[in-house]
């Protein structure tokens, strides 16, 4: 993935342009929903961006820590002024020990990525959560969308991740009608 598509303008334009899609309030809803009747404590956002979902765990009062590999964007994300810590990263070798988080949140990530590297993400993400929340776009076959570099994952080799890492879905919220879900995963025989 850039990191340069997320520095400078591009950081503090990344909500005014993005917030007259529909999906950014599906997305939003997603997390409304399955952040309810969940009983954290401890809350991981990666990649955070400008802090977009903070204030909704801010509501729930958790411990919340955002990580981001943008500088840029995480100054974004201080202007939102809640009690976050937010911390420079990589979300794929994140700097905390096994089970720290009752939940961590990756939204707009996963599809950056070949298949590879998102099997090494959901890993690390469960190494450091008991739940995931996370975005990915699925289909009946792998599309790369080469001028972009985005993917749209091949939906069986997604679930053969989930079982291999013995991730259980406790929840899909469908984002569109074109294979965007939004999954909550907790560890546990399928
Ligand atoms: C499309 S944004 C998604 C941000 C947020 N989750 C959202 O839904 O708006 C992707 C973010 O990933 C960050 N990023 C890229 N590579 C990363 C990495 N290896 N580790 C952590 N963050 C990374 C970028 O800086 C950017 O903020």
Redesign the pocket.
């Known amino acids: 993935?850039d990191?340069q598509?997320?520095?400078d303008q591009k950081?503090t334009k990344?909500?005014k342009v993005?917030m007259k899609q529909k999906k950014w309030w599906e997305?939003n809803k997603a997390l409304i929903k399955m952040l309810s009747n969940e009983n954290i404590e401890h809350i991981l956002?990666?990649?955070?961006?400008?802090g977009?979902?903070l204030p909704l765990y801010e509501d729930k009062k958790y411990t919340i820590i955002g990580?981001?590999?943008?500088k840029d964007?995480l100054e974004q994300a201080k202007n939102k002024n809640t009690s976050a810590f937010l911390i420079e990263?990589?979300?794929?070798n994140l700097p905390f020990d096994n089970n720290t988080f009752d939940l961590s949140?990756?939204?707009?990530?996963l599809n950056?990525f070949d298949i590879n590297d998102v099997n090494k993400l959901i890993k690390e993400l469960k190494r450091v959560s008991n739940t995931i929340i996370l975005?990915i776009r699925l289909h009946k076959h792998m599309i790369k969308n080469e001028k972009k570099g985005l993917y749209r994952h091949d939906n069986q080799e997604f679930h053969k991740i989930l079982k291999k890492l013995n991730l259980k879905i406790k929840d899909e919220y469908k984002v569109d009608n074109k294979g965007y879900s939004i999954f909550k995963l907790t560890k546990g025989a399928i």
């Open positions: 993935m990191i598509r997320y520095q950081a990344y909500e993005r997305e956002d990666v990649p955070t961006g400008t977009r979902f990580v981001d590999a943008s964007m990263g990589n979300a794929f949140v990756c939204i707009r990530f950056w975005g």
